[in-house]
């Protein structure tokens, strides 16, 4: 499903520096759940920003089903994403003056088909105990609201990868157990998970996974 091939990236304002990440060649199977661990700048979020085609690595190539999203044009790899990718983006990137419905469809607006999408939304709102917040603004939630939110968002349209970036990390240890529960219940509906995180909660709740650890942008 994923596969990089010898991965550099550099700021393109400084490409004397020491790269964030350097030479990461890797390979994650449909269906396999993948921790990424590794401290604050380490690169974890730079990596699953090039595995999802927002960053162009400076070299190296990254497919995804084998299609080679590193080297597509915008317009393609965007629509690879919406057709495959679901991101849960560490800073949420949720609409402040949006509802929590209207922030979730965002992701149903470059969709042709959404027939099911309001049932996905309802059911997922309910598996994260966000359903009595449907009607609130972004800019009114908490920050483990938000997190909420936008992880349903990341769901709408049913994503075969999921890249997540420090899915619990505003939550308390009952929301972060409800959220891994979650991820537990895709990873059996057949969705690969890549998940950076510091929370030691996923390595104890999600034994069978593949831990791989990055460390100043290299792979240990
Ligand atoms: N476009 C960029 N230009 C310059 N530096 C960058 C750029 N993107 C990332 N960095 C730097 O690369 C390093 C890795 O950042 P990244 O956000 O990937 O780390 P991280 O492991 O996700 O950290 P955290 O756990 O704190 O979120 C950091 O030092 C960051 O400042």
Redesign the pocket.
Known sequence: MIQLEHVMFA?A??QNSAP?LDNISLTIKAGETCILS??????????LAIIGGLTRPCSGLVLINQAAISKMPDYHASRLRQQTIGFIF?QFNLFDELTVLENIRTALVPVKDTTGAEQRINRYLELVSLSHKKNAFGKDLSGGEKQRCAIVRSLVNSPTLLLA??PTANLDRANSILIIELLQWLSKQGVTLLI?T?DPLFASLMPDATVLH?EQGKLR
Not at 38 to 45: F, M, T
Request: cysteine-free.
């Open positions: 700021p304002n400084n964030i590794g401290a604050s700048g380490s690169g974890k979020s730079t990596l560490q970036d420090e950076a510091h990055i």
